[in-house]
């Protein structure tokens, strides 16, 4: 019975390990990039844009969770550069 709980978990962990890989691949950002785009200005939505206000909401929420990994990812880049010419300058 254990074993069977253990394994419906171990089974549920291994998609978050690759998905966490699928982030970190540079090219996952262009797809995100521009499936965001093409969404944007795509007529069918998740909510209609017609529908005042609510309409928008999924627009915006699209625009905020890429605009957020945009930032992180470049925080990232910068970080990395930084430590490689702290690295260098000490040697």
Known sequence: MF???KRFFLSK????????KLL???R???FTIIFTLIYLVNPFDVIPDFIPV????DDLALIAILTESLIQKNREKKRSSVDAKSFRSNR
């Open 3 to 5: 074993g069977s709980i």
């Open 13 to 20: 962990l291994q998609p978050i390990s690759f998905y966490k």
């Open 24 to 26: 970190n691949d540079p």
């Open 28 to 30: 996952t950002r262009i």
């Open 54 to 57: 609510i309409g928008w909401i």
